[in-house]
């Protein structure tokens, strides 16, 4: 039965295949490219993006640029694709890629992230509840909003909508301070919550323990292990114990 | 540091190394298949249905796209709905709509809508713009993000514990217009008023815990959610102006937020004992805030070698909080005394906390040779932080009532250097480095009053800190060909925090924390490497991978036998993540694309050798995973396309270690096929139909989760 089937779906497509290559006289094209279009260079696009153009030597992205002939593409169309056909229509739509609207032109080079974003655990970006532009800028400077040299911190670009997390406590996580990136994988991992960690490493690797004759684990001054100790519930958070891990107004245990 | 798993580490490296060489081998057949195929130009006038011929493209510049569908699922509700963002059932309305016409010369009137039902997925944009004159636009846009709520496995009595419907949604709106005066040679201002807000449930990963797991103890399995409210209003207003050589911009922005938030736990539910333990448990936290901010910047073209820019900051957040964590009888119960257990809370919570922040950045971009830049740049921030609250404990019945106080200071000094050249035809070389060193001092007094003397001592602890960042990152991007490139970046961060506690009250054997720590050093050590290449114009290729080791060093304070601890180090993390993406179009109406990714990615702490009840308590955290996808386009006639899409995904890193603690590891393998039919009826009318099939399986929660779905759904466009 099984090698019928193989048989009849082999004998569809070699049929698809023959009726299609005696039949089409057409190109279709693997996505984000564009039909017809040729490169025409990043001058041509400063006539009606001037203030980009301009401001691009400082983009991160800029570093791509070389001189020679093997880098010519190297500008505008190297993330948008190429531009004649955007250029004689005036700016039209669906005529140039736009990056803003589809993360597939940043795939191109960050496979990584492609990845990252078909894990269990994502921002929807593959969705098209977000895009890749909410929290970078190709165009100008750091790549990375936030953080460096930019006068808005890392933390400040994730608690422009994650303001819950972003605090203030009166008891902080000192974590926080040091970069939501520190516990997060902001485009995807096989944890929930996008975390970089699952179980109690995720804690240990900073709240160093202690361990003791008798098989004890001491964290922070306090007993932590044993067959029905706090360790055994779980991760430090799963297990109920250390809920307000963003921050806490009761205490420094960040318990609740 | 050694761990029982780098073995494992070290066989997938030699397994992937095959992989990897397999699918090189793969693409290079490709590569040769390709170069025989008959050669047609990518310039043909006709193109797919999807994007029509490049004169039609230009003929339309409205379209209403009409959408119809629903999935059909068996298994796990909650957890297709959150895989894959969308709920069960049935959904159509208008999947995109663009409208525009012109005003006047130049001007354009632009309306964008999108409304399916009901899956809370709605957006409207209105757009009036003159290039010369300025634009005003409205919109408003909602959506719904999707949930599972529940709680975790335990194998060893096969233990899944089911309060709730667990299918729980969060929606997500915004409400905003804004304008912009665009004058021609005239300073030009801009403003934005939004209203946004989150409403719903979602999930918690601060599990409620259980004695019903067939061995001593308890284990966090309950499952716990969270109910949002929050709403947020956003005024912002900039000015920015060209005077000479030097732009200029000024800017507010104001910013209130509430928030209404409730985390919900049970613990212990259907445990009959005495005295009671099921109990619910129910923390609000209620924070109102308020932020000022206003900044400037300046952009200084000096000379076509000198780019001069600067940015001041200054914000003033003031925030309210209130609150209480209360066990009661049900969800959002009141107080009952009786039902605390081993458990406390609180209740009265009040306070509040003044922040203010100070920031300023200077940056010179200094071009001395057309290939040569560097580019020298300072960013000072100074933050000062004031907090109180006061409250009342409760622990079996009204317990003590506490004031807290705390102060914080900081000032971060960051300076960096970036240079790059391209002097060498088809190189692009470069390198940045970043130095940080920063100042810091906390005081926290907690006074707590007891009903009945005496009461706790106070606990006072005033700390100093210092922390000094650098880090260091070269690359390059070389064009050996048109058809290749290559790029490579590594970077070296370190970070070295040290901590003096000028006093700390705290008595030994409470938790000691942040008073603990007396230094911590993070090493980090990444490098990347991507190599594109195009044999053919067919063809694309692009490989890529990513290396991460990274390691933390820490001091405690004072140990159990009261000796001062020594540096140790308290973690290891490594990545390694390999990608492979390959595009070929053998023929012209035929195209494939592949993505494959395979990550090794560890973390360990010496508790990974920590043994308990015969295994191991604290496993090595693993996120290993394959992903891949594979697509294909087909064109099987002059007016119809055929696409195909597969995607893959498995993590491997589940470990039943449940007879000492509750195991975690991913385990989980999810397919996906879908099939699209695409018709280009008329050149103004398409119509799409497309089915796919979906099966996801968990292991990690023993099964429960686990789902199989498929989708029918068909669209029409109408381009006009």
Redesign the interface.
């Known amino acids: 039965m099984k090698g019928r089937i193989v048989i009849l779906a082999s004998s569809s497509a070699l049929s ?2 023959v ?3 005696v ?9 984000p ?4 279009a ?1 490169f025409v260079g990043s001058a041509s696009c400063k006539e009606c993006h001037a203030e980009i153009v301009r401001d691009f ?2 983009a991160d992205h ?10 010519t593409d ?1 500008g505008c169309e190297s993330c948008h694709g190429p531009g004649s ?1 955007h250029n004689q ?1 005036g700016g ?4 140039i890629v736009n990056p803003g609207k589809s993360p597939e032109a940043c ?6 992230k ?2 990252q974003f ?3 655990s994502h921002h ?1 970006v593959l ?1 098209g ?1 977000m895009s890749c532009s909410d929290c970078h800028n190709p165009h100008k400077g750091r790549a990375t909003k936030g953080g ?4 808005a ?1 890392e933390h400040e670009t994730c608690a422009k909508c994650h ?2 997390q972003g605090g ?5 996580h ?1 974590a926080v301070r ?1 970069g939501c990136t520190t516990c997060h994988e902001p485009h995807g ?5 996008m975390l ?7 804690c ?9 004759a008798g ?4 964290i ?3 007993e932590h ?4 100790g706090f ?5 430090c ?4 114990c250390h ?1 307000a891990v963003h921050g806490s ?5 960040l318990r ?1 | 540091m050694k761990t029982r798993s780098q073995a494992k580490i070290g066989s997938r490296k030699v397994l992937n190394a095959g992989m990897l060489a397999g699918a090189w081998v793969a693409c290079v057949v490709s590569v040769g298949a390709a170069e025989t195929a008959p050669a ?1 130009v ?7 249905p999807d ?1 029509a011929a ?1 004169g039609d ?2 003929e339309y ?1 409205n379209w209403l796209e009409m959408s119809a569908g629903g999935y059909f699922q068996s298994g796990d509700r909650a957890q297709f709905q959150r ?1 894959r ?1 969308t709920r069960r059932g049935a959904f159509g309305g208008v999947e995109d709509f ?1 409208w525009e016409t012109p005003i006047k010369k130049r001007g354009l009137f632009k309306v964008d809508g999108r409304a399916i039902f009901d899956n809370h997925d709605y957006s409207l944009k209105l757009e009036v713009a003159h290039p010369e004159t300025g634009y005003l636009r409205f919109g408003y846009r909602e ?1 719904r ?1 999707y949930y599972d709520g529940s709680g ?1 496995f335990f194998p060893r009595n096969r233990q899944w514990i089911s309060l709730y419907d667990e299918s729980l949604q969060v929606d997500r709106g915004e409400f905003w217009f804004e304008g912009g005066l665009t004058l021609p040679e005239r300073p030009q201002f801009t403003f934005r008023y939004s209203h946004q807000f989150r409403d719903g449930k979602k ?1 918690s ?5 259980s004695g019903l797991i067939g061995i ?6 309950v499952p ?1 959610f969270l109910r ?1 409210d ?1 709403k ?1 209003d956003i005024f912002e207003a900039d000015g920015k102006h060209t005077l000479g050589n030097t732009d200029l911009g000024l800017g507010i922005r104001l910013d209130w ?1 509430d ?1 209404n ?1 409730s ?1 919900n ?1 049970r ?1 212990r539910p259907g445990e009959a004992l005495v005295p009671p333990v099921d109990h619910f448990v129910t ?1 609000r ?1 209620v ?1 109102e ?1 308020d932020l000022f901010n206003v ?1 400037a910047s300046t952009e200084t073209r000096l000379n076509d070698q000198l ?1 001069l820019t600067s ?3 200054y914000t003033r ?1 003031d ?1 309210a ?1 209130s ?1 209480s ?1 209360i066990y009661g009888a049900d969800y959002d119960g009141v107080f009952d005394p009786g039902r605390t257990g081993a458990g406390s ?2 209740i009265g ?1 009040l ?1 509040d ?1 003044e ?1 203010d922040q100070y ?1 300023m ?1 200077l ?1 010179l ?1 200094f071009t001395p040779w057309d ?1 040569f ?1 560097i ?1 020298p ?3 000072v ?1 100074r933050q000062d ?1 004031d ?3 006061s ?1 009342r404990e409760t622990a079996g019945a009204l317990g003590n009532f ?1 004031s ?1 106080t ?1 102060e ?1 200071g900081l000032l971060d000094v ?1 300076q ?1 250097l970036e240079a ?1 050249y ?2 060498w ?4 070389l ?1 390198a940045r480095s ?1 130095w940080l060193e920063g100042q810091g001092t906390l005081r ?1 007094l ?1 006074v707590a009053t007891a009903p009945i003397p005496p009461s706790p001592l106070p606990i006072f602890r005033d700390t100093d800190s210092s922390r000094f960042t650098q880090k260091y990152a070269v ?1 390059a ?1 070389w ?4 058809r290749a ?1 290559f ?1 490579w970046q590594y970077y070296y961060k370190s ?1 070295e925090n040290d901590y003096t506690h000028n006093t700390d009250s ?1 008595f ?7 008073a ?2 007396r230094a ?1 050093d993070f090493d980090t050590h990444d490098v990347n490497l ?1 190599v ?1 290449l195009r044999p053919c114009s067919r063809v694309t290729l ?1 490989s ?1 991978y ?1 290396f991460q080791l990274s390691t ?1 060093d ?4 004072i ?2 036998a009261g000796i001062a ?1 020594g540096k ?1 180090q ?2 290891e ?1 490594t990545s390694h ?1 390999l ?3 390959a ?1 070929w ?1 053998p ?7 592949g ?1 494959i ?1 395979y ?1 090794l990615d560890q ?6 050798d ?4 015969g295994t191991y ?5 693993q ?1 290993d ?1 394959w ?3 594979l ?1 294909a ?6 007016k119809t ?1 055929l696409q195909a899409q597969y ?1 893959y ?1 498995r ?1 491997d ?1 589940f470990w039943d270690n449940s007879a ?3 195991p ?3 385990g ?1 393998e999810s397919h996906g096929v879908t099939l699209a039919l695409i018709r280009q009826i008329t050149k103004s009318l398409r119509w799409t139909w497309k089915y796919g099939f979906f099966d996801s399986r968990d292991q990690t929660s023993g099964g429960n989760n686990n789902y199989q779905a498929h989708l029918v759904y068909s669209s029409v466009q109408y381009r006009f």
């Open positions: 698809l295949i009726i299609s290559c039949t089409i006289n057409r190109v279709v094209f693997a996505p490219e564009i039909p017809g040729t030597k400082t800029a570093r791509l640029q070389a001189k020679g002939d093997n880098a190297m056909i229509s039209a739509y669906h005529t795939f191109q080079c960050h496979l990584d492609r990845s078909n894990l269990p929807p969705e509840k460096g040299h930019q006068l911190s303001q819950a203030s406590f009166v008891f902080e000192e040091e991992t096989v944890n929930a919550k970089v960690s699952r179980n109690a490493n995720l240990l690797k900073c709240h160093f323990q202690q361990q003791t098989g004890g684990v001491v922070g001054g306090r292990a044993g067959l029905t360790l055994s519930r779980g991760t958070w799963s297990a109920g809920e107004q009761i205490g420094t245990s609740y | 047609k990518s310039d043909s006038k006709n193109a797919s994007d490049i493209r230009l510049n895989g963002n663009h959506f993000s975790g999930d990963t601060s599990w409620g815990d001593a103890g308890q284990r966090g399995i716990t949002l929050e947020r937020s928030i938030n985390r736990i613990r923390q936290d924070v805030t900044h780019l940015g001041y900051s957040i925030t909080v609150g964590r809370g609180f919570l306070g906390s922040t920031v950045n940056n971009m290939d830049t580019v740049s300072l960013r921030e932080q907090a109180r609250d409250f506490v807290n705390r914080r960051m960096g790059r391209t002097g035809r088809n190189w692009s470069y970043e926290e907690r690359g991007n064009y050996p060909l048109k490139n790029a970070r705290t030994a054997g409470n938790d000691r924390y942040p603990f720590l911590q991507r594109t692009v890529r990513d933390v820490t001091q405690g304070g140990g159990p601890l140790v308290s973690a993390m993540i990608s492979q993406s595009t179009s023929l012209g109406w035929l195209y494939f694309q993505n990714t990550a973390t360990d702490t010496p508790a990974v920590l043994k308990s009840a308590l604290v496993l090595p955290a996120n995973y992903n891949g996808s697509a386009g087909f064109a099987l006639d002059d396309d995607n995904y993590a890193n000492a603690s509750q975690y590891g991913a989980a």
